[in-house]
């Protein structure tokens, strides 16, 4: 489609709608939008995105958001390093944390495996899980993936990868809503998931 508005104006709507979850229609609506209001608000949504860009990475560990090196969890010397909680995404550490069950550290896989996607184990942390195992004496990992067909695939697929290396490999019970997110598990729902983790060899 041929660009109808004014340079400025199209590169917006070209950005907004390169994200996740917006549509052509959306990104030309918020671009007008940001055209209605002060320069001042529209400034200080710039300079968030420029600060999360200039400030924020992921912890070089754990591959969770981090101000510098490494996250403050991985940071935190009372967490036990023994137990890790694996992740699909930062947002997971805050609902898990929420819950206040758990006092051990975690690894965020950035994603799921996803066939149709063509997202495969290569493209997510896995590698670097393997190699914290033994320099930083791991004794459980928790697979802490989404309640869904890809979480239930990458779930098994470390099941089956971690088990023979003589580590305790658990995933969190049932009774979270299938087919959800864990970020939308309430607390008291995915504290009990947790509770009622079942080793995956069993
Ligand atoms: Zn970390």
Do not use: W
Request: proline letters at 5%; a negative charge; glycine letters at 10%.
């Amino acid at each position: 489609m041929a660009s109808l508005y004014a340079g400025p104006v199209q590169d917006v709507i070209d950005e907004l709608g390169r994200l996740p979850g917006i549509g052509p229609k959306s990104a030309q609506r918020i671009a007008f939008y940001l055209l209605r209001v002060s320069t001042q608000e529209a400034s200080r949504l710039a300079r968030s995105i420029t600060e999360l860009k200039e400030r924020i990475s992921f912890c070089r560990v754990c591959f969770n958001i981090a101000e510098g090196e490494r996250c403050t969890l991985c940071l935190d010397e009372r967490r036990d390093a023994t137990v890790l909680c694996v992740v699909e995404e930062p947002p997971d550490i805050v609902a898990i944390e929420r819950t206040g069950e758990f006092r051990g550290r975690y690894h965020v896989l950035q994603g799921a495996i996803s066939p149709i996607e063509g997202i495969g184990p290569d493209q997510l942390r896995v590698k670097e899980l393997l190699t914290r195992i033994e320099p930083e004496g791991i004794e459980e990992i928790i697979l802490c993936t989404n309640p869904n067909i890809e979480g239930e695939a990458t779930a098994m697929y470390l099941g089956r990868l971690l088990g023979p290396l003589g580590v305790r490999v658990t995933r969190i019970a049932s009774g979270l809503p299938v087919g959800g997110d864990l970020e939308y598990a309430d607390e008291l729902t995915l504290g009990r998931a947790l509770e009622g983790r079942r080793r995956v060899d069993d």
